[in-house]
């Protein structure tokens, strides 16, 4: 299957500090990522939809101004939570749809663990 | 979104077959269900999906049943590296519908040796 790649894997920031997520398809191009959250022991929450070229669609409760999704380019898409605070730290999971495959199916990116201090 | 039900949690013994089942009775005629697992700290895995025949690929088969309010997944042989949380998920397949996938809780799958 497609490969989508995610950085840094881990992070630990002081609270009040921006952190940026990478979200990467690595051997495919994608027009749509999506950026999740979990808290442990919880299921995944969907933040956001990322649209190349354009901007991103939030979930319901989700602020836009913290969380700041860029998706430049058909393989790149980068999530900024900014003044990130202790209650932010969480497991961020990428997903991507290939431009040109099959729709069912999403690929995931390994997460990013971050945790504010 | 339609809504599915899963069991918390199943136990299986290693390479005896699980059947891990889903229950949505609200599902509509274009939604397809899907499945993924997730592994401890990694992210979601497709496993397979289907909209109205039974499925078969390497991982897993996929059992709807005719009326498509339920479905199984059915691992044939588990492994010690099945042991995950099992998502199972609808998704609407009409063309320009969402493509979003809303994760319920899941079924963690436990596989003794």
């Known amino acids: 299957g497609a490969v989508v790649s995610q950085h840094p894997s881990w992070v630990i920031c002081k609270s009040g500090t921006s952190v940026k997520i990478e979200c990467r398809s690595l051997?495919?191009?994608?027009?749509?990522m999506f950026w999740y959250r979990q808290f442990p022991k919880q299921s995944l929450m969907l933040m956001a939809t990322s649209n190349e070229g354009s901007k991103a669609t939030y979930e319901q409760g989700v602020e836009k101004d913290k969380f700041l999704i860029n998706h430049a380019s058909l393989t790149l898409s980068t999530l900024t939570v900014t003044s990130a605070h202790p209650e932010d730290s969480s497991f961020y999971i990428c997903s991507a749809r290939s431009s040109g495959g099959a729709w069912n199916e999403q690929f995931f990116g390994p997460g990013t663990r971050l945790t504010v201090l | 979104d339609a809504k599915t039900t899963q069991p918390n949690s199943m136990e299986s013994n290693e390479e005896e077959p699980v059947h891990l089942p889903c229950n949505h009775s609200t599902i509509s005629g274009t939604d397809y269900i899907h499945w993924y697992r997730q592994l401890p700290s990694q992210g979601p895995e497709y496993v397979i999906h289907?909209?109205?025949s039974n499925v078969n690929n390497r991982m897993a088969s996929l059992a709807i049943a005719e009326d498509r309010k339920s479905s199984t997944l059915i691992l044939h042989r588990a492994t010690l590296r099945d042991a995950a949380v099992y998502y199972c998920i609808l998704r609407d397949g009409t063309q320009g519908g969402s493509e979003k996938l809303v994760f319920g809780k899941g079924t963690k799958l436990t596989v003794n040796p």
């Open positions: 051997d495919f191009q994608a027009t749509t």
């Open positions: 289907g909209l109205t």
